[in-house]
């Protein structure tokens, strides 16, 4: 009697997260890239913009995190690597970075806070089919630069320095807040977007399982 030897069973491509992997610690990587190469990515950008390379990661990390993060964390193994791999990152940067020791530890907290509630996020809402949640993270995460901008260039007064208007600007600014030194402040919009993150996450799953008690009681 022979025993037949089972093939292996190819990783389903919605579970697999060697693309996106790819993409994320790519993005990092060019981030901290231009900052050593000292490509000027703006008008009269500093000379020595390898100082600025944590900020170019927190950029990047939470702008691409928020524009990707349904194709990033499609599964427990795939989510936990993605945050896995934020913190070499930050240290890397820390390398070209005058930032001190605790500011990059306070960084890398921030932004595995940050994917975390993108991962709190995602496996309800993709239940549930297509959601206005994952395009109203990516507005909020890169809007507030912009909102930044406008008020700055074209506003009578600058915003206010309140939660609600920190909150309103979104994780970027507070993460560049946060290298600037301003560690508490930071933190409070990193959990009003964990908070809001678990409510629309327990919301889905209760319509989810709502809506599977109806058709159970269909005949």
């Not at 995602?122 to 994952?134: D, I, K, M, V, Y």
């Not at 995460?141 to 909150?167: K, M």
Request: charged share 10%; hydrophobic share 55%.
């Amino acid at each position: 009697m022979t025993n037949a030897r089972q093939p292996s069973q190819p990783i389903p491509p919605s579970e697999g997260f060697t693309a996106p992997l790819v993409v994320w610690l790519g993005a990092q990587l060019l981030a901290i890239g231009l900052a050593a190469a000292r490509v000027p990515l703006w008008a009269n950008a500093p000379r020595a913009s390898e100082l600025l390379a944590l900020e170019y990661l927190l950029i990047t990390q939470i702008s691409v995190s928020s524009l990707i993060f349904p194709w990033m964390m499609r599964s427990m193994a795939s989510s936990v690597v993605t945050i896995a791999t934020a913190w070499p990152m930050v240290f890397f940067a820390g390398l070209l970075s005058p930032a001190p020791l605790n500011t990059l530890f306070f960084g890398g907290v921030y932004v595995n806070g940050w994917l975390v509630a993108l991962a709190i996020l995602h496996p309800p809402l993709s239940s549930t089919g297509p959601s206005l949640t994952t395009p109203m993270a990516a507005l909020w995460a890169c809007g507030g630069p912009i909102l930044r901008f406008l008020n700055l260039e074209y506003g009578s007064a600058l915003l206010r320095d309140g939660l609600l208007q920190r909150v309103a600007l979104g994780p970027i600014i507070a993460g560049l807040r946060l290298i600037q030194g301003e560690i508490a402040k930071s933190f409070e919009v990193l959990a009003a977007a964990i908070v809001v993150s678990v409510i629309i996450a327990l919301t889905a799953r209760f319509v989810r399982s709502r809506q599977a008690a109806e058709n159970s009681g269909r005949p």
